[in-house]
């Protein structure tokens, strides 16, 4: 799950802002937004078997993206079906390879994993086409494959993170300290790159105030060992000297063993400045809380929804691979309210199509 958006859960300022993003103008505007507008008028092509397929059982995050998904499918007369396994890689790989068995016309899954491209290969091989939501981790792998990704800029989310905590502490007199990320999966493309954007936007707001900021990372081993990471940010925190805020690349595996040492440090909500990723129920929780600052939005419900619509252009119109962007919201206490009242739709949503 390197989990891991969206401002207004539902869509449409996140959706019109995704295709300004992506440069693809009016003429694609239209195109994608022909399923609502000329459903009497033209064809969508064929009926068609789509199947979403990750391995991230449990994941709340996860709902946002399958109603997406069902309603696009819905709109362009396709039937959705989803594989949802265990959290694991082994699991992740097998969804994937179920999936194709059921021999659907198109596909949607998860690059977390190295071996991603070899299933995805493997599907195209017999004749499924396929999209990616939410992470490429290995974009090289993937590149020859031509497949559609919607999901968001790793790095630009990054700097929005960082340049919001760099402002948090100048504006309570905070000029210079460091903005420690743990690191669950170092091997993660996505979390590395979330990581370069944070450094990028410190080094952007200490040209601009004089301030000396500076970003640290270190592995976290929050996935691994969640007890043994509580020590390793206490042990972090003292080796550095002077952390003053945090940015959670890992997501709600690192926010747990983090929230834990701050309190048993005696740290109260709110002391220190915590940008976190992937807006699940647990972590708008501990936004709800004070325990956490910022969230970013990465645009759960559009990584489902513009996955199968890229997809369904790729089939029926021909156009080439699309790479939307579904990012550049976050989520703050003063805002939870509007982005909740978006997440209970999709929530009523999910209810009507029996998904859960």
């Not at 891991?4 to 993003?21: C, D, F, M, Q």
């Not at 179920?98 to 977390?112: M, N």
């Not at 952007?204 to 000396?212: D, F, L």
């Not at 925190?237 to 440090?265: D, F, M």
Request: hydrophobic share 45%.
């Amino acid at each position: 799950m390197i989990e891991h958006k969206k401002s207004g859960a539902g869509g449409g300022p996140n959706r019109r802002r995704v295709l300004a993003t992506t440069g693809l103008g009016m003429g694609a505007l239209a195109l994608l937004a022909a399923p609502m507008a000329a459903a009497q008028e033209s064809s969508f092509g064929a009926k068609r078997k789509l199947v979403s397929a990750v391995g991230g059982e449990g994941a709340s995050w996860l709902l946002p993206v399958h109603v997406g998904a069902a309603d696009a499918a819905r709109m362009v007369g396709w039937d959705y079906q989803r594989i949802v396994t265990k959290a694991t890689p082994e699991d992740h790989i097998n969804a994937i390879r179920q999936a194709v068995t059921t021999q659907p016309d198109v596909l949607i899954t998860v690059d977390w994993y190295q071996n991603v491209a070899t299933e995805v290969k493997r599907a195209q091989d017999n004749g499924i086409h396929v999209a990616i939501f939410n992470a490429l981790n290995y974009p090289d792998d993937m590149a020859s494959l031509n497949v559609p990704f919607a999901g968001q800029n790793e790095v630009a989310s990054g700097v929005a993170i960082g340049k919001r905590l760099a402002r948090l502490l100048l504006d309570k007199g905070t000029r210079e300290g460091t903005v420690l990320s743990g690191n669950p999966f170092p091997a993660s493309a996505v979390l590395t790159d979330r990581i370069k954007g944070v450094a990028a936007a410190l080094d952007e707001v200490n040209k601009a105030s004089g301030s000396n900021f500076r970003s640290d990372s270190f592995v976290d081993r929050s996935y691994e060992e969640p007890a043994a990471s509580v020590a390793l940010y206490k042990a972090k925190q003292t080796e550095l000297g002077n952390v003053v805020a945090h940015a959670v690349v890992g997501g709600e595996w690192s926010i747990v063993p983090l929230a834990t040492a701050l309190k048993e440090q005696g740290v109260k909500p709110g002391d220190v400045p915590i940008g976190c990723w992937d807006n699940s129920d647990k972590i708008l929780n501990l936004l709800k809380q004070g325990v956490i600052t910022v969230v970013d939005d990465q645009g759960f419900y559009a990584q489902g929804f513009l996955s199968v619509l890229a997809a369904w252009a790729g089939l029926e119109r021909g156009m080439a691979p699309l790479r939307l962007d579904t990012g550049g919201g976050m989520i703050e206490l003063a805002t939870l309210d509007g982005f909740n009242a978006g997440y209970d739709k999709v929530t009523a949503t999910a209810k009507a199509y029996g998904i859960s």
